[in-house]
């Protein structure tokens, strides 16, 4: 009777025991789950913004790609004004020149 006895305690003691323990991990197990969600979720949330960075990024450089164009255009042009306006000087020097000359000769004459 006491061996029955005792022996139904244990096993009684041990299934409970065992109980516990199995809802002590089934909640750690839960909370894991929800931690590993939590991060799929972040990461995904992160993987989203670093496209749409790179996507505006590339924009960014495909623009800074264009104004160079345009600056190496606008440069050239400059150049090139640049020398039509020491022409013009020169030939604006040249006739002035000729028309000092002309006033000279003017004078002369008179």
Do not use: C, P
């Not at 996507?55 to 440069?75: C, F, H, P, Y």
Request: glycine residues 2%; aromatic residues 8%; proline residues 0%.
């Amino acid at each position: 009777m006491f061996g029955e006895w005792s022996l139904l305690t244990i096993l009684s003691i041990v299934s409970i025991y065992l109980f516990v323990k199995m809802f002590y991990f089934k909640s750690i197990t839960n909370k894991e789950q929800r931690s590993n969600d939590l991060m799929k979720l972040t990461l995904q949330e992160a993987e989203i913004l670093i496209r749409k960075y790179q996507i505006q990024l590339q924009r960014a450089l495909g623009n800074v790609d264009i104004l160079s164009e345009e600056l190496t255009k606008l440069r050239n042009e400059l150049k090139v004004l640049k020398q039509r306006n020491a022409k013009h000087r020169q030939e604006v020097d040249r006739l002035n020149a000729k028309i000092k000359a002309l006033e000279s000769r003017i004078d002369a004459l008179l």
